[in-house]
């Protein structure tokens, strides 16, 4: 069974169809990588996923239950992490303390009650998973842009959800800075499962095994990088352009 199964969905604005008959499974552990040309219905598929659009028909199941229907919130504390395109961090705030603030999500006391002493264990780990250790008292405001998306990636991780969704992010990172997120993301989906909205095919190539790619809210293709480069279909509405 898929830990994420998406079936028949179906997604209208003002009478436009966004999305239209989308099936879309997950197995737990996957890394899966979703592309698409502007407008294909990517990010309509996450806000789905995680309640922040109804749509007009379907089905989300996460780990055997039904989840459409249900509230933001209550779908975070199910499992399920995302990220935006805009930034999210507290930018006068510390790394260590936005991790702080990200994790007590899961804890009865507010964190920033317990500054000056030493951070918890999973902060410190998320810390290391991430390459920010060296940055922890650093505030988020002057991060560097990949910094500060790796910083994001550490803020889900804290929440500890099983599913990750993670729009665009490499968008906008060096080549140094793809190259880090690439493996933080290999590293993450060791023990959680992962679903990255993505275009650049050259980050594709070198990490993604199976890609979904979308077009006009309806699924044009999956499989591997090479099949669906080699996909005529593909390459017309998509690396083609
Ligand atoms: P992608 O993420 O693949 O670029 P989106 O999921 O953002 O695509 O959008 C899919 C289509 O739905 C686009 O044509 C977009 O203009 C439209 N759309 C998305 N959100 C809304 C909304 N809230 N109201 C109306 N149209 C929307």
């Given amino acids: 069974m898929s830990l994420l199964e998406v079936r028949g969905l179906n997604v209208v604005f ?26 294909a219905g990517k990010t309509t ?3 789905c996923i995680t309640g922040r659009t109804r749509p007009a028909s379907g089905s989300i199941t996460f780990d055997g239950h039904e989840i459409l229907g249900r509230k933001e919130h209550r779908i975070v504390r199910l499992g399920i992490g995302r990220t935006f395109q805009t930034s999210v961090v507290f930018e006068e705030l510390t790394v260590g303390e ?18 000056r002493r030493a951070y918890p264990d999973d902060v410190v780990r998320v810390l290391e ?3 920010l250790a060296g940055l922890v008292e650093r505030k988020a405001g002057v991060l560097s842009h990949g910094q500060r998306q790796w910083l994001e990636i550490g803020m889900l991780l804290v929440q500890q959800p099983r599913l990750l969704l993670l729009d665009e992010p490499v968008a906008g990172m060096s080549r140094d800075e ?3 997120t690439g493996q ?3 590293e993450v989906a060791k023990t959680h499962t992962v679903v990255v909205i993505e275009h650049d095919m050259e980050f594709l190539r070198r990490f993604a095994t199976v890609v979904t790619v979308l077009h006009e809210g309806r699924l044009l293709r999956q499989g591997s990088v090479a ?4 996909d005529p279909r593909v390459q017309e509405v998509y690396l083609g352009r």
């Fill in 14 to 39: 003002d009478g436009f169809k966004a999305v239209t008959d989308l099936d879309f499974d997950v197995a737990e552990g996957e890394l899966r990588f979703v592309i698409g040309p502007n407008g």
């Fill in 45 to 47: 598929l996450i806000d």
């Fill in 98 to 115: 936005n991790l702080d603030l990200a994790a007590s999500f899961r804890r009865p006391l507010p964190a920033l009650l317990r500054r």
């Fill in 129 to 131: 998973t991430t390459g």
């Fill in 178 to 180: 793809r190259e880090r």
């Fill in 184 to 186: 933080l993301l290999v």
């Fill in 227 to 230: 099949d669906v480069q080699a």
